[in-house]
Nanobody, 128 residues
Framework: QVQLVESGGGVVQAGGSLRLSCAAS????????IGWYHQAPGKEREFVAA????????NYADSVKGRFTISRDNAKNTVYLQMTKLKAEDTAVYYC?????????????????????WGQGTQVTVSS
């Protein structure tokens, strides 16, 4: 089991960039697929991106393809989400989540409510 803490959110103008971080504590970090999700006000939590334990496989929601990049540094137990060309509709609380020994494809289709617990997330606000 790993514990995750999100950071890096803030207020940015449309077209700008932000980098989110997901710091993990616990063992065998490289055995976990890590995913980013977001939840806008009044909407359900949605998948954004996922990265395999090795970092070699990634998966993105269609809405962020070409704009967001997920990466990880296993030496630092951290996963990043580089967000560029931000839009007002990207405004949401962003969360990271872990899944042990699975695939990025499986994580992308797993309903978020099936995960046991979530961290506090980090707020991203894009002003137009």
């Amino acid at each position: 089991q790993v514990q995750l803490v999100e950071s890096g959110g803030g207020v940015v103008q449309a077209g700008g960039s932000l980098r989110l971080s997901c710091a993990a504590s616990g063992r065998a970090f490289s055995s976990y697929v890590i995913g980013w999700y977001h939840q806008a006000p009044g909407k359900e939590r949605e998948f954004v991106a996922a990265i395999s334990g090795s970092g070699l496989s990634v998966n993105y929601a269609d809405s962020v393809k070409g704009r967001f990049t997920i990466s990880r540094d296993n030496a630092k137990n951290t996963v990043y989400l580089q967000m560029t060309k931000l839009k007002a509709e990207d405004t949401a609380v962003y969360y990271c989540q872990s899944s042990y020994l699975t695939t990025v494809q499986a994580m992308s289709v797993r309903p978020p409510h099936e995960f046991g617990s979530w961290g506090q997330g980090t707020q991203v606000t894009v002003s137009s």
